[in-house]
T-cell receptor, first 115, second 114 residues
Framework: AQKVTQAQTEISVVEKEDVTLDCVYETRDTTYYLFWYKQPPSGELVFLIRRNSFDEQNEISGRYSWNFQKSTSSFNFTITASQVVDSAVYFCAFSKGGSARQLTFGSGTQLTVLP | EAQVTQNPRYLITVTGKKLTVTCSQNMNHEYMSWYRQDPGLGLRQIYYSMNVEVTDKGDVPEGYKVSRKEKRNFPLILESPSPNQTSLYFC?????????????FGPGTRLTVL
């Protein structure tokens, strides 16, 4: 069975600091997909990124970047120059390749960015 | 606008009173699913449906029922709600069966069972 661990339950930073959210996964599958979702205080889930198991290239999108390392089974998320609007719960999730019945979510990391 | 809608958004009810949370998507997606979100546990899957008339249990199906009579709708039924079903519920849909495809989530339904 797959498992996703987000060991950081809560993180607080001051605006403009960089922050990294950790995600570690466990699987025996060779083909799989990893996702990050953001849940702002309003409650909806916002898709941020998807990565497949064959693509270990890091990705950058504005202030967001993701570091995928198969060797350590990690898919970490960094926010550069954090802003108050980044305050949210962030979820890492896993999906098997092929026909997949579900997303397996981590327990989430509550990020608070203080002004 | 492509979206997943859920109703109601908020519901307070009492133990044992049957309720239905509706979910509808307008993207012609084959796959639909229900998750519940609880503090410290993330989201856990309740039921899913790969297509019309095809449903199956997720990780936490006890106390819930679903049906998929039409492609766009996937209601969640609580026949006899109990306080441990107090939670935030999300409906999701995606195209096809592949795990690659992004799941689109509804806005959530916050349920309180007294």
């Amino acid at each position: 069975a797959q498992k996703v661990t987000q060991a950081q339950t809560e993180i607080s930073v001051v605006e403009k600091e960089d922050v990294t959210l950790d995600c570690v996964y466990e699987t025996r599958d060779t083909t799989y997909y990893l996702f990050w979702y953001k849940q702002p205080p309003s409650g909806e889930l916002v898709f941020l990124i998807r990565r497949n198991s064959f693509d270990e290239q890091n990705e950058i999108s504005g202030r967001y970047s993701w570091n995928f390392q198969k060797s350590t089974s990690s898919f970490n998320f960094t926010i550069t120059a954090s802003q108050v609007v980044d305050s949210a719960v962030y979820f890492c999730a896993f999906s098997k390749g092929g026909s997949a019945r579900q997303l397996t979510f981590g327990s989430g990391t509550q990020l608070t960015v203080l002004p | 606008e492509a979206q997943v809608t859920q109703n109601p958004r908020y519901l307070i009810t009492v133990t044992g009173k049957k309720l239905t949370v509706t979910c509808s998507q307008n993207m012609n997606h084959e796959y639909m699913s229900w998750y519940r979100q609880d503090p410290g546990l993330g989201l856990r899957q309740i039921y899913y449906s790969m297509n019309v008339e095809v449903t199956d249990k997720g990780d936490v199906p006890e106390g819930y029922k679903v049906s998929r009579k039409e492609k766009r709708n996937f209601p969640l039924i609580l026949e006899s709600p109990s306080p441990n079903q107090t939670s935030l519920y999300f409906c999701a849909s995606r195209t096809g069966q592949g795990g690659y495809n992004e799941q689109f989530f509804g806005p959530g339904t916050r349920l309180t069972v007294l």
